[in-house]
């Protein structure tokens, strides 16, 4: 009975450990992410289809402004399989071109502070006298 509860216990603690190696954590801005994003200054964005897509209608006298969407391939061809995903369905929905949203929209995000690639700004006005650790400086 004992060979049969180790070889158990290996088993539940290795398939644990297989399942957290498989999680992945992707921002917007960074290639890979799929979901709503804030089109704001970039450059106007290559759309899938020319008219925002709405899967429920909206009620009578509410307006939602569009969102920008970039979405695996076949989830704006079928939105409403996919819209509850990204809680979406009764908005009016642009999607953004994959080709766009790599090669113009994630390294506009990076160059304009996008928060996985804010670049750490200098203090103006402060200069370096030696006092403190590291850089050439001592201690005092």
Not at 39 to 65: K, T
Not at 73 to 81: D, K, L, M, Q, Y
Not at 82 to 88: F, V, W
């Amino acid at each position: 009975m004992k060979p049969f509860f180790f070889a158990v216990m290996i088993i539940c603690i290795a398939s644990s450990a297989l399942a957290s190696d498989v999680a992945v954590s992707v921002s917007v801005g960074q290639p890979g992410f799929y979901g709503r994003i804030d089109i704001g200054s970039a450059p106007r964005p290559e759309l899938i289809y020319s008219q925002p897509i709405v899967v429920h209608p909206v009620p009578a006298g509410v307006a939602y402004r569009p969102v920008y969407m970039h979405v695996p391939p076949g989830h704006a061809e079928h939105w409403g399989n996919h819209c509850q995903r990204y809680n979406a369905c009764g908005r009016p929905v642009y999607f953004v071109r994959d080709r766009w949203y790599n090669d113009v929209y994630v390294p506009h995000y990076a160059k304009h502070g996008g928060k996985p690639y804010k670049e750490k700004k200098e203090k103006k006005g402060k200069k370096d006298k030696g006092k403190g650790h590291g850089h050439g400086g001592r201690e005092h």
